[in-house]
């Protein structure tokens, strides 16, 4: 079956920086758009950023344009995030996303925790 899961959540301080990484696996990956969300105490789930099958194409929130970087390596089914200048705001649980190219089908990672203290 379908799995994603996500590793390099973490507490952090203001400032610095985390690598989150999403493996991927009982999927065509290189087929697939993946994207990162999250989601803090209270709120719902919001975009973060995607990236497109080849790479090429990435979006972002406005929220952490500039601060974090989506990136995928299709040989090794992996997708990351790598995030730069955190801020308190950014704390929540982030999970990774993978949708088929027409949308027929999405799976969801089970959530990693990043947490930034002020």
């Known amino acids: 079956q379908v799995q994603l899961v996500e590793s390099g959540g973490g507490s952090v301080q203001a400032g610095g920086s985390l690598r989150l990484s999403c493996a991927a696996s009982?999927?065509?990956?290189?087929?697939?758009?993946m994207g990162w969300f999250r989601q803090a105490p209270g709120k719902e789930r919001e975009f973060v950023a995607t990236?497109?099958?080849?790479?090429?194409?990435?979006n972002y929130a406005d929220s952490v344009k500039g601060r974090f970087t989506i990136s995928r390596d299709n040989a090794k089914n992996t997708v990351a995030l790598q995030m730069n200048t955190l801020k308190p705001e950014d704390t929540a649980v982030y999970y990774c996303?993978?949708?088929?190219?027409?949308?027929?089908?999405?799976?969801w990672g089970q959530g990693t925790q990043v947490t930034v203290s002020s």
């Open positions: 996303k993978a949708a088929s190219t027409m949308g027929q089908r999405i799976y």
């Open positions: 009982g999927l065509t990956f290189s087929s697939y758009r």
């Open positions: 990236i497109s099958v080849s790479g090429r194409t990435t």
